[in-house]
């Protein structure tokens, strides 16, 4: 099926391992079709040994779409849409660490995530992905329907607002001066569907999740909760999970439309030290 690529699922139940290719030279576009298919068809695709400054991180992905910003991490000096992201060996909170959906309260989300590893840990610090589409493909009936109509308000408040579990005195203690934010946007709301549709492909998939999805529109927080809690528990089963252990040189681009991620904090005393590209979405629909 592949010409240019070699494409290696044993990786886990979602993704796939991509060799054959130097992320940092200048790919044709049939190296370029044929990366952005396997990414499709496998929700999350890995690279290792690669050796990529940053702005030839923000190259790789620009090739799959516009650069996109993040709103409260301030990114390194030599390019605007590679942000850093550290865990020092005294640090106690890790970043991303919970099942979500990187900034899913946007009012137009990211598509897809492109980390790349420059530290890692002897042991641990590995990321769990899971596939949201054939989660959402293993529901009842009846739930999809129930669900399928209904809207999420989305909002940055329960991490990153007054209050929230990214507690700002302590993140910048924790991760340095590069976290902070605009506070008004960190208390914004808006609003997506509980489960969307994928833009490329036309799959569903479950799109709400604790840190991210205040309630269900109409419903309280309280009565949501329980919901979420369900459908968590529910696409992070066994089946659906990929455990991926990074290395020095490891890239992972993954789709945020139908992926959901959690970086398991698991390494005390040891240090972690990746940059993330993300690359603009559209509206979930």
């Given at each position: 099926?592949?010409?240019?690529?070699?494409?290696?699922?044993?990786?886990?139940?979602?993704?796939?391992?991509?060799?054959?290719?130097?992320?940092?030279?200048?790919?044709?576009?049939?190296?370029?079709?044929?990366?952005?298919q396997?990414?499709?068809?496998?929700?999350?695709?890995?690279?290792?040994?690669?050796?990529?400054?940053?702005?030839?991180?923000?190259?790789?992905?620009?090739l799959?779409?516009?650069?996109?910003?993040?709103?409260f991490?301030?990114?390194?000096?030599?390019?605007?849409n590679?942000?850093?992201?550290i865990?020092?060996?005294?640090?106690?909170?890790?970043?991303?660490?919970?099942?979500?959906?990187?900034s899913?309260?946007?009012e137009?989300?990211?598509?897809?995530?492109?980390l790349?590893?420059?530290?890692v840990?002897?042991?641990?610090?590995?990321?769990?992905?899971?596939?949201?589409?054939?989660?959402?493909?293993?529901?009842?009936?009846?739930?999809?329907?129930?669900?399928?109509?209904?809207?999420?308000?989305?909002?940055?408040?329960?991490?990153?607002?007054?209050?929230?579990?990214?507690?700002?005195?302590?993140m910048?203690?924790?991760?340095?001066?590069?976290?902070?934010?605009n506070?008004e946007?960190?208390?914004?709301?808006?609003?997506?569907?509980?489960?969307?549709?994928h833009?490329?492909?036309?799959?569903?998939?479950?799109?709400c999740?604790?840190?991210?999805?205040?309630?269900?529109?109409?419903?309280?927080?309280?009565?949501?909760?329980?919901?979420f809690?369900?459908?968590?528990?529910?696409?992070?089963?066994?089946?659906?999970?990929?455990?991926f252990?990074w290395?020095?040189?490891?890239?992972?681009?993954?789709?945020?439309?139908?992926v959901?991620?959690?970086?398991?904090?698991?390494?005390?005393?040891e240090?972690?030290?990746?940059?993330?590209?993300?690359?603009?979405?559209?509206?979930?629909?």
């Amino acid at each position: 099926m592949w010409k240019t690529i070699e494409v290696d699922t044993s990786v886990g139940p979602v993704g796939a391992i991509i060799s054959g290719v130097d992320l940092s030279e200048e790919l044709d576009e049939e190296v370029v079709s044929e990366i952005h298919q396997a990414w499709l068809k496998h929700h999350i695709v890995f690279f290792r040994d690669q050796d990529l400054t940053p702005p030839q991180q923000a190259a790789f992905g620009e090739l799959f779409g516009e650069l996109d910003t993040y709103p409260f991490m301030k990114s390194v000096d030599s390019h605007p849409n590679v942000i850093p992201i550290i865990k020092e060996p005294e640090t106690k909170i890790n970043f991303g660490g919970a099942w979500h959906t990187d900034s899913s309260y946007k009012e137009v989300p990211p598509k897809a995530t492109l980390l790349y590893a420059i530290e890692v840990p002897q042991n641990g610090g590995d990321t769990l992905f899971a596939n949201a589409t054939a989660a959402y493909q293993d529901l009842s009936d009846g739930m999809k329907s129930t669900f399928g109509e209904m809207k999420g308000v989305f909002t940055p408040k329960m991490v990153h607002g007054s209050g929230g579990s990214y507690d700002k005195k302590e993140m910048k203690k924790e991760l340095g001066p590069s976290y902070g934010g605009n506070e008004e946007f960190a208390e914004s709301e808006v609003e997506h569907p509980l489960m969307r549709t994928h833009g490329e492909t036309g799959n569903k998939s479950i799109y709400c999740s604790k840190p991210h999805t205040h309630r269900i529109k109409g419903w309280s927080h309280e009565e949501s909760h329980s919901i979420f809690s369900f459908l968590t528990k529910h696409l992070t089963q066994e089946k659906y999970v990929t455990q991926f252990k990074w290395e020095k040189g490891s890239l992972a681009m993954w789709d945020n439309r139908c992926v959901f991620h959690n970086a398991l904090n698991d390494y005390p005393g040891e240090r972690r030290h990746m940059h993330r590209v993300t690359i603009k979405g559209e509206r979930p629909i």
